[in-house]
C-alpha cells in the first residue's frame, strides 16, 4: 500500500498561529503575512481603537470614539452646549412676535386680517437688530411679500 503525501508545515498563520504550508515565493512576497483562511485574513484586516472611555477594542469606521450609549453619555458629562442659548434667534424672535401680539393685538396692520398665528414681525428699516417697538410692525405674510417683493 502506498502511503500519502502530506506536505509539511513551514510557517503559520499570522493570526491564529496555527501551522500551515505556503510556497516560500509566496511567504517572501507576503513578508510572512501568510493566513490559513479567508476569516483569519479578514480580522488582520480590521482597524481597531480603543473606547475614549472603558479601553475596549471598537472599529474604527465612522469616526466612532466610543463603544456604546453608556460610554458616550459619559464622556458627555459636562458639556454645556449652548449656555442659556445667547445666540437663538428663534427664541428672541418668538418671544418679540409674543410682545407685539400682546401690545398691538392679534391683525396684521397693514389690512387688518385676523389670524395672530401667521402674522409676521417686519423690521421697518430693515435692520434685523433694531427691535425698537417703533421700528416693528406685525403684518400678515401677503403684506411682508408686498413689501420686500414687489
Given at each position: 500500500m502506498v502511503e500519502q503525501y502530506k506536505r509539511k508545515s513551514n510557517?503559520?498563520?499570522?493570526?491564529?498561529?496555527?501551522?500551515?504550508?505556503?510556497?516560500?515565493?509566496?511567504?517572501?512576497?507576503?513578508?510572512?503575512?501568510?493566513?490559513c483562511s479567508a476569516s483569519c485574513y479578514g480580522i488582520s484586516c480590521?482597524?481597531?481603537?480603543?473606547?475614549?472611555?472603558?479601553?475596549?477594542?471598537?472599529?474604527?469606521?465612522?469616526n466612532k470614539k466610543t463603544?456604546?450609549?453608556?460610554?458616550?453619555?459619559?464622556?458627555?458629562?459636562?458639556?454645556?452646549?449652548?449656555?442659556?442659548?445667547?445666540?437663538?434667534?428663534?427664541?428672541?424672535?418668538?418671544?418679540?412676535k409674543l410682545r407685539l401680539l400682546g401690545i398691538r393685538g392679534k391683525k396684521c396692520e397693514r389690512c387688518t386680517y385676523n389670524k395672530g398665528e401667521v402674522l409676521q414681525v417686519h423690521h421697518k428699516n430693515r435692520n434685523r437688530n433694531d427691535n425698537s417697538l417703533e421700528n416693528l410692525e406685525l403684518i400678515c405674510p401677503n403684506c411682508h411679500y408686498e413689501e420686500h417683493y414687489l
Open positions: 510557517t503559520k498563520c499570522f493570526v491564529c498561529k496555527k501551522p500551515i504550508y505556503r510556497r516560500p515565493s509566496e511567504i517572501e512576497k507576503t513578508k510572512g503575512h501568510v493566513f480590521r482597524k481597531e481603537t480603543p473606547c475614549i472611555v472603558c479601553g475596549k477594542q471598537i472599529l474604527s469606521g465612522f463603544c456604546s450609549r453608556s460610554c458616550s453619555n459619559k464622556n458627555r458629562v459636562g458639556i454645556n452646549y449652548k449656555i442659556g442659548r445667547p445666540m437663538d434667534k428663534l427664541v428672541s424672535l418668538r418671544s418679540l
